[in-house]
């Protein structure tokens, strides 16, 4: 079976103290040889992304990965900040198809929300599913005619986790990776 190279995006404001995202962040980069985790806090503690750079290693890879942590009901600052920055028209949405670098990448979103799955429903705290609260970033992938992949996520961070949850959440998000990279 061939897997497509994979790039995952880690944005975590405090990797080292992370719990999920950081686990996640090692065992995909220690046990998926297709996979390239590239962690933008670590790259950028500066904010000063850049953009040249990152548009150039979105060129090599067939599946884009964006993992982090739901902040607010959106996405740590930093990518935000990404997004706005790296995809340009002239570079992944422009009129002309040279100009749609991400047309037909498969991109996806992995992410760690500290309240639990039932919140995110009709009969929870929030109006919205999780896919809801992402819609902005899913609707991101369709303007630059990228393949959107299911959402991964692991709910409940802020109640804490046990061993056993955590070495589950693990496997299942490399799966999840393999699944995606899928030729």
């Known amino acids: 079976m061939k897997l497509n190279k994979t790039l995952v995006i ?9 719990v999920v995202n950081k686990r996640w ?14 962690s933008i806090y670590d790259r950028y503690p500066d904010m000063k992304i850049d953009v040249g750079a990152e548009q150039k290693l ?6 884009i990965v964006f993992q982090f942590p739901l902040y607010w009901f959106s996405t740590p600052p930093l990518l935000k900040m990404w997004f706005d920055e790296v995809l340009t028209q002239e570079f992944s949405y ?10 037909g990448k498969r991109i996806g979103i992995a992410v760690s929300a500290g309240i639990k799955e039932i919140d995110f429903t009709k009969d929870g705290r ?7 609260y992402l ?17 991964f996520a692991y709910y409940g961070v802020e109640f804490g986790i046990s061993n056993d949850d955590l070495e589950s ?11 995606s990279a899928v030729a």
């Open 25 to 38: 962040a090692e065992e995909a980069h220690r046990n998926l040889d297709f996979v390239t985790v590239h």
């Open 135 to 151: 819609r902005p970033l899913i609707s991101t992938m369709d303007y630059i005619s990228a393949k959107p992949l299911p959402v």
């Open 58 to 63: 979105l060129l090599n890879y067939d599946v």
């Open 126 to 132: 929030y109006e919205g599913t999780l896919t809801d």
């Open 169 to 179: 959440s693990v496997e299942q998000y490399l799966q999840f990776l393999k699944h």
């Open 10 to 18: 880690v944005t975590h404001p405090d990797i080292e103290n992370s």
């Open 94 to 103: 422009g009129r002309q198809e040279n100009e749609r670098n991400l047309s």
